[in-house]
């Protein structure tokens, strides 16, 4: 069966820090990968995704991704963290072969320090 | 840009009443969903919809819920007998089956 697990439930940084959000996966056969976010009262917004091809993947905002088979991780991460930055992120994977529909891990929530 | 509607943005209802939320995919899209998030837990699955009938549902998903393409335009959830545990914030995503998910606002549905 399909699992995501974020490592961490809330992650600190200060503005201009390095943000990492870790997601790991499990699939029994390759799996389309997602992070979104969502800030306070709002949707979901897609922030990347990985489908195939290149495995490190750029997303909005200056959020990138990198899929690593090996490892059954897809690790989020920004150079230098913004206040604007501050909201829920989540990793959710998908079968290529299903109905489409999503699992998605618990969330990660971010917070970023003056 | 496109992008999914969701209708109301919130709902109080009491115990037992029957609640209809509501959903605009992106006019394009064939494939329909809902999740719920319960307040601090992650966003779940609940059901996926294409062509017309039920795709796939989760355990969750049991006989008191329902769900509709009536027009269309509109995709409807219904819970037939709410319960306190209803009470959570819910999705309606679309999709045109190869392309990622696109959410709407969401609902919070508010049980007292």
């Known amino acids: 069966a399909q699992s995501v697990t974020q490592l961490g439930s809330h992650v600190s940084v200060s503005e201009g820090a390095l943000v990492l959000l870790r997601c790991n996966y499990s699939?029994?056969?390759?799996?389309?990968l997602f992070w979104y976010v969502q800030y306070p009262n709002q949707g979901l917004q897609l922030l990347l995704k990985?489908?195939?091809?290149?495995?490190l993947v750029k997303g909005i905002n200056g959020f990138e991704a990198e899929f690593k088979k090996s490892e059954t991780s897809f690790h989020l991460t920004k150079p230098s963290a913004h206040m604007s930055d501050a909201a829920e992120y989540f990793c959710?994977?998908?079968?290529?072969?299903?109905?489409?529909?999503?699992?998605f891990g618990q969330g990660t929530t971010l917070q970023v320090k003056p | 840009e496109p992008e999914v509607t969701q209708t109301p943005s919130h709902q109080v209802t009491q115990m037992g009443q029957e609640v209809i939320l509501r959903c605009v995919p992106i006019?394009?899209?064939?494939?329909f969903y809902w999740y719920r998030q319960i307040l601090g837990q992650k966003v779940e699955f609940l059901v996926s919809?294409?062509?017309?009938?039920?795709?796939?549902k989760s355990e969750i998903f049991d006989d008191q819920f329902s769900v509709e393409r009536p027009d269309g335009s509109n995709f409807t959830l219904k819970i037939r007998s709410t319960k306190l545990e209803d009470s959570a914030m819910y999705f309606c995503?679309?999709?045109?089956?190869?392309?990622?998910?696109?959410f709407g606002q969401g609902t919070r549905l508010t049980v007292v």
């Open positions: 995503a679309s999709t045109t089956g190869y392309t990622e998910a696109f």
């Open positions: 919809f294409y062509n017309n009938e039920i795709s796939e």
């Open positions: 006019s394009n899209h064939l494939y």
């Open positions: 959710a994977v998908r079968l290529s072969s299903n109905t489409g529909k999503l699992i």
């Open positions: 990985y489908t195939t091809g290149a495995t």
């Open positions: 699939s029994s056969v390759p799996p389309y």
